[in-house]
Every structure is written in structure tokens, then in C-alpha cells.
């Protein structure tokens, strides 16, 4: 590993611990030359996802993407960045385990809504406004009467 100060080669490691997830272990290193210390993070190799679009484009899946569709849709509200990152990776996890190589760009969609339903109904009526294209205000009313129904067991919520 390369001293991210003065670039040596050489260094040993003072402490190794697994994520709570058991998917990456952090490593301090302190390097041979100039003894600073640094942090290393190890995972395994992911195969690459790819993303089927509507349109039929396919691209690589980026967590950042999804990570800041959902932050966008909690914007001002109480959700905290550690919250966010919680269901990106569950996200993540989640299409590894159903998907092989390649997931349709509806199917993350579908995900994250179901996620933020969980979590906050204003998060959710933002992110589903975007995703399932609203076009006027009645798209709205219909989807908050929707959620109303189902809270007090009235309704069923369909996707589109």
C-alpha cells in the first residue's frame, strides 16, 4: 500500500476491524518512513451491475446516483446522511442478491420507493412524484388519499 504522504511502499498494520455488515474491513496502517498513519478500507470485488434504462441505454450501477436521488427526496427533512447510506447499501444489497448482471432502471425505482414509504411519507410523495411522472397537482392528491386509505385500512396502493 502507497503512503498517501510521502508514497513509500512499505508499511504494517496497527488495527483490523470488519464493518458491522461484515462487508468491508478497516485497516490503520502506519507507514515505515515517515510513521504517519492512514485508513484503509478493503471489500470484495463486486461484479459490475448494469443498469437497463427505459430507453434501453445500459450503464454501470452507481450507488452515489441512487444515494443522491434519495437525498434530494429527504432534502429539509430529519433523515440523516448515516439513514441515507443505510438504504443505498440495503438497496445495493438487495439487487446483488435478485439480479446476476443486469437490473431495469424501474426496478431501482421501485426499491427506493418502497424503502422511503418506510421511512417518511414526504420523502416518498417527492421521490414518486419524480419517478411516476406526475403531471398535475391531481397526481399528487390521488397518491396522499392513496396513503391515507391504507393508514387507517381503507385503501390499497397500486404502482403504476
Known sequence: ??????????D??????????GLQVRRRRECLRCEKRYTTY???????????????RRENFVKEKVFNGIKKACEKLPISTEKISLIVDEIEQELRQRFEKEVASKEIGRLIIEKLRKIDEVAYVRFASVYRQ?????????????????SDGTGKHGEN
Open 134 to 150: 406526475f403531471k398535475d397537482i391531481s397526481e399528487f392528491e390521488k397518491e396522499i388519499e392513496e396513503m391515507r386509505g391504507e
Open 42 to 56: 478493503e471489500e470484495i470485488e463486486k461484479k459490475p451491475l448494469i443498469v437497463v434504462k427505459k430507453d434501453g
Open 12 to 21: 504494517k498494520v496497527i488495527d483490523s476491524r470488519e464493518s458491522e455488515d
Open 1 to 10: 500500500m502507497k503512503c498517501p504522504y510521502c508514497g513509500f511502499l512499505e
